[in-house]
């Protein structure tokens, strides 16, 4: 777990760089009208991150793409970046 300082950083930055995507309208180009996504990666001098933002006019679609991350995570858990 990081710290509750460095968490803070972490979604500073994120939220900070989701307004930016949000003022420019080609991050959202040739995208389903229905369904789009947008994937940021930052790190720090302490590690990365990453953040999958997604909507979905069917919320099943955000339900599975949660599902296919939380799949990943547990088959990942416990391995050593390489």
């Known amino acids: 777990m990081i710290d509750q300082a460095d ?3 972490v979604v500073e930055v994120i939220g ?4 930016g995507v949000s ?3 080609n991050s959202f ?3 389903p009208d229905s369904f789009w996504g947008y ?3 930052g790190h720090d001098t302490k590690g990365t991150f990453g953040v ?3 909507y979905s006019e069917d919320g099943k679609d ?3 793409l949660i599902k296919m991350y ?3 995570a547990n088959k990942n858990k416990g391995k050593e970046s390489k």
Do not use: G
């Open 7 to 9: 968490a803070k950083k």
């Open 16 to 19: 900070n760089n989701l307004i």
């Open 23 to 25: 003022h420019d309208s």
């Open 29 to 31: 180009q040739k995208l």
């Open 39 to 41: 994937f940021a990666r």
């Open 52 to 54: 999958i933002v997604t």
């Open 62 to 64: 955000v339900d599975e």
């Open 70 to 72: 939380e799949d990943w």
